[in-house]
């Protein structure tokens, strides 16, 4: 499975974002997906998982309320909307995917609990 994230960008404090993942190969409703951020500096953060149906959602504190995550198992996609954007958001956005029925618990909140991962877009809320 290749991950490639795309519409990150500029916006400023109280905007909004809507990113989407699109994966490659046939079994994209074989996988739980998960987003991740990570600013300069820190380590890898959780943001947000969706089950294989889309059926079960997790979201961290930090952006519940704010973010909802979506899939179109259709399309190979998963989505990421952000709403009520802060600069503290600032980070490079990245989704995960993670096989089903392999004993692993949803959600995964840990990066190398998911077996792909992509490329990240850039997400940079000024001021």
């Known amino acids: 499975v290749q991950l490639q994230a795309s519409g990150g960008g500029l916006v400023q404090a109280g905007g909004y974002l809507r990113l989407s993942c699109a994966a490659s190969?046939?079994?994209?409703?074989?996988?739980?997906m998960g987003w991740f951020r990570q600013a300069p500096g820190k380590e890898p953060e959780f943001i947000t998982a969706?089950?294989?149906?889309?059926?079960?959602?997790y979201y961290a504190d930090s952006v519940k309320g704010r973010f909802t995550i979506s899939r179109d198992n259709a399309k190979n996609t998963v989505y990421l909307q952000m709403n009520t954007l802060k600069p503290e958001d600032t980070a490079v956005y990245s989704c995960?995917?993670?096989?089903?029925?392999?004993?692993?618990?949803?959600?995964?909140?840990?990066?190398?609990?998911?077996?792909?991962w992509g490329q990240g877009t850039q997400v940079t809320v000024s001021s």
């Open positions: 969706i089950s294989w149906s889309g059926g079960a959602t």
């Open positions: 190969g046939r079994t994209f409703s074989s996988y739980h």
């Open positions: 995960a995917a993670q096989k089903i029925n392999t004993g692993r618990s949803f959600p995964t909140k840990v990066l190398n609990g998911y077996d792909y």
